[in-house]
């Protein structure tokens, strides 16, 4: 069974720090695509960053200098390292494992934004 379970979330203050983290399991890990996305209420999902299994990372322009994505294949574990943050970047982060067309998703997890 494909399991992926994010956890890390929470309140912040603007200009704060949180790391989430999405533990991966049932998969061959280091042959997927991790990504992290997010969804504010009334929106569409939309990708933050993701990161190749040769490391190589890619970023929403909105989090670009802000947020590092990395994993780590051994422990199966991708972890979205998130500074500066910002009202707007309130949302359900969502870790996903993508291989070709096989596509999974964990349940989320709460990041609030606000003083």
């Known amino acids: 069974q494909v399991q992926l379970v994010e956890s890390g979330g929470g309140l912040v203050q603007p200009g704060g720090s949180l790391r989430l983290s999405c533990a991966a399991s049932?998969?061959?890990?280091?042959?997927?695509?991790v990504a992290w996305y997010r969804q504010a209420p009334g929106k569409q999902r939309e990708l933050v960053a993701d990161?190749?299994?040769?490391?190589?990372?890619n970023y929403a322009d909105s989090v670009r200098g802000r947020f590092t994505i990395s994993r780590h294949n051994a422990e199966n574990r991708v972890y979205l390292r998130m500074n500066s943050l910002k009202p707007e970047d309130t949302a359900v982060y969502y870790c996903?494992?993508?291989?070709?067309?096989?596509?999974?998703w964990g349940q989320g997890t709460q990041v609030t934004v606000s003083s």
């Open positions: 996903n494992a993508r291989n070709g067309p096989i596509n999974y």
């Open positions: 990161i190749t299994s040769g490391m190589m990372e």
């Open positions: 049932g998969i061959p890990f280091d042959r997927y695509l």
